[in-house]
């Protein structure tokens, strides 16, 4: 019963590591999961040493009271080749989809990103970073996320005056206003 439930943790643990996609606080992730500075810390442990197995293609980064969720050093090659190859085509379905969101929401930051798409953005919102499609800033609300939002190249780019000019914003804006109110009602 214990097994199973230190199972669930680090399941857990990896879903809020993978959808945060960031260096995450400790204390941010004890408060999230709701345990004590010990259990966090045998927990983030725990979950190290499963992913330091040969099999598994993820590893963590824990500095400075931070966790981050990376792909492992030997995928370095593959993983800049594979960027390389995306950064020079078209835009893919996803890298639109992403645009798109943050194009009519920003500034929104990954996790609200994330969970509008349902899988994580992490490779697609750099993608995006690199073409110079969107900037990012420091959240005002937590110093340790960022907020992304259109870049001034790809209002030029779409042949906009400003972001108000996108087709139905003024529409997409009422309706996003009319989901919150009911939402805080």
């Not at 439930?5 to 993978?18: G, I, P, R, V």
């Not at 709701?34 to 040493?49: N, P, Q, R, S, V």
């Not at 824990?62 to 030997?74: A, F, P």
């Not at 780019?157 to 009422?174: A, C, I, T, V, W």
Request: glycine content about 6%.
């Amino acid at each position: 019963m214990e097994e199973d439930k230190n199972k669930e943790k680090l399941s857990s643990l990896e879903a809020l590591l993978f959808i945060y996609g960031e260096p995450i606080a400790e204390t941010k992730i004890q408060k999230t999961l709701g345990l004590k500075k010990a259990e966090t810390e045998a927990l983030i442990a725990a979950f190290k040493e499963e992913l330091a197995r040969p099999d598994r293609g993820l590893t963590l980064v824990v500095t400075s009271g931070k966790v981050q969720l990376v792909t492992k050093v030997q995928f370095n090659t593959l993983l800049e080749s594979f960027a390389k190859e995306e950064l020079g085509g078209e835009l893919t379905p996803a890298s639109l989809e992403t645009l798109s969101i943050i194009a009519y929401l920003g500034p929104v930051n990954r996790a609200k990103i994330d969970y509008l798409r349902g899988v994580n953005s992490a490779f697609t919102v750099r993608n995006l970073l690199l073409r110079g499609l969107i900037e990012r800033e420091t959240n005002p609300d937590d110093s340790h996320s960022y907020l992304y939002a259109p870049s001034v190249e790809l209002i030029r780019h779409l042949g906009l005056s400003n972001r108000e000019s996108l087709p139905d914003y003024q529409k997409f804006q009422s309706l996003l206003k009319i989901g919150e109110e009911h939402n805080a009602g």
